[in-house]
């Protein structure tokens, strides 16, 4: 790589040539990208020297923090020993198989086997099918709807944004693909004001009984969710809503998958959300986190319900990837559990920066443009609202979020804008002393964003 450009000349081939994913590429090109050069711990610089505080993980991934020798060296001996195989007629690597195991451990008891992918969306994809192949080989094959939430995101697929809730994609190339229904999120403000956090948990997975029933139970194959909705705006439901939604997937005999692509792997204080917040689903998705984001793995987590079937009834599941068990891959992730593990961070989530980032996300409910302040383990969300009474929010066109977000970035720090909802999901390792600054500068941004508002009249 040759790195002797300067920020201009990357920004100039950089939009010459790189379609970027989820991008206005006009726009891109008159503003330049900004280029991301090195990273360790928590910190990015940039090709201008700036250090930038990573409230994201890179992308709710790098949960073990940059430049962890153990995973760099994993990844060393693993080129150089067997960069790539396949696991397709009859073989397998090592990596891939010691993986498969460390995996059953670490997750619930019900998972003992994995299949796997390159990323999350081919996650949801396997997902798709496998759950439609599981109830083809029992002889219900007309069970075929699988049933998800607006606002949802499932990745990029074809299945992946058809199982995710945004309508944005949806507009984007005929989605959702047939047999895909879509039930409102659990999110208080936009649909329970007036009831207690309980009682609306109740109600927003009740939605989903409403649905079965409205299609018919014998044609439901699944329902899928994340614990937390992350791309959606870090949407943290109500205690009673998870167990519900057991309850009616339980009351129905269908499946129920937990898609822990950011949840899992300790993010919410346990090892996957499904643990926090007290499912038993038959299947989960994961990705990000498994590496920590330092190569690309993603899987599915098949339960003992599933799995069995399609074990001793399927005969052939006719789908796979090139990279389905990668060794390179699979030695990172390897390497990146056990440091989880020695580090203990999925206890200190639970027991000490959790605890602590949420005290500090109490205190940011006085700022004036704080609506609502949450945390679920190490992810956290304001609401930036015009009026903290009523929760009135800014007009949309005003962007509110994005003049936020503006001000993060030219101050180093690294905060995601969704609508109106500023969330952060920083790397597992944040130390409360980084918390602490990260806090300042959270602080320090919102003031910025407010003395903006005042001086622009959006408050009135
Ligand atoms: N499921 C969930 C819950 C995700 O968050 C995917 C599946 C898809 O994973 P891949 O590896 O195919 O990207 C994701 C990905 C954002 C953002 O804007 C979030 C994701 C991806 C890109 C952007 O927060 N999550």
Redesign the pocket.
């Given at each position: 790589m040759s790195t002797n450009r300067t920020t201009a000349q990357w920004q100039a081939v950089d939009s010459a040539h790189f379609l970027h994913?989820?991008t206005d590429f006009q726009a891109l090109a008159r503003k330049g990208s900004r280029i991301i050069e090195r990273a360790e711990g928590i910190y990015l610089w940039d090709s201008e020297g700036h250090k930038i505080l990573d409230a994201?993980s890179g992308?709710?991934c790098v949960n073990v923090g940059y430049g962890q020798r153990a995973l760099i060296d994993a990844a060393t001996r693993q080129l150089q020993e067997l960069p790539f195989y396949n696991a397709f007629f009859q073989t397998a690597t090592p990596p891939a198989i010691e993986l498969a195991e460390l995996l059953s451990e670490v997750t619930p008891p019900q998972f003992n086997h994995v299949f796997f992918t390159?990323?999350?969306?081919?996650?949801?994809d396997t997902i798709v099918r496998m759950v439609r192949r599981y109830w083809d080989i029992l002889g219900q094959p007309e069970r075929q709807v699988i049933i998800s939430r607006q606002n949802?995101?499932?990745?990029?697929?074809m299945a992946?944004a058809s199982l995710?809730g945004m309508s944005g994609m949806h507009a984007q190339g005929g989605l959702p693909i047939p047999g895909i229904e879509h039930i409102g999120q659990p999110y208080r403000v936009e649909h329970g004001r007036g009831m207690s956090h309980d009682e609306f948990g109740l109600v927003a997975a009740r939605w989903l009984e409403d649905k079965i029933l409205a299609i018919g139970a014998q044609k439901v194959a699944a329902f899928i969710g994340?614990p937390v909705?992350?791309?959606?705006g870090v949407i943290i439901p109500p205690a009673t809503y998870w167990p519900e939604i057991q309850r009616i997937c339980d009351k129905y005999g269908i499946l129920l998958v937990s898609?822990?692509?950011?949840?899992g792997f300790g993010r919410t204080g346990r090892w996957f959300g499904c643990e926090t917040f007290g499912t038993r689903p038959d299947l989960m998705?994961f990705?990000?986190g498994v590496t920590s984001g330092y190569i690309?793995l993603?899987g599915v987590m098949v339960g003992d319900r599933v799995a069995k079937v399609l074990i001793e009834q399927g005969g052939e599941f006719e789908h796979g990837y090139t990279y389905s068990g990668h060794p390179v891959a699979c030695a990172v992730a390897l390497a990146n559990i056990k440091l989880v593990r020695e580090l203990g961070l999925v206890q200190r989530v639970h027991d000490d920066v959790g605890p602590y980032l949420a005290r500090c996300y109490e205190s940011l409910r006085d700022h004036p443009l704080v609506g609502t302040a949450e945390t679920c383990g190490l992810m956290g969300a304001l609401l930036l609202v015009k009026d903290k009474a009523t929760l009135a929010p800014f007009d949309p066109s005003l962007s509110i979020g994005m003049v936020c977000r503006g001000h993060c970035f030219a101050n180093g720090l690294i905060m995601?804008a969704?609508g109106n909802r500023m969330?952060i999901a920083p790397p597992l390792v944040i130390t409360r002393a980084q918390i602490d600054e990260m806090m300042a500068l959270i602080r320090r941004c919102l003031d910025l964003t407010l003395a903006d508002a005042q001086r622009e009249g959006w408050l009135a």
């Open positions: 994913p989820f994201m992308l709710w390159g990323s999350g969306s081919e996650g949801n949802a995101y499932h990745g990029s697929t992946g995710g994340e909705q992350g791309a959606g898609d822990e692509v950011i949840c998705t990705a990000k690309p993603g995601r969704v969330i």
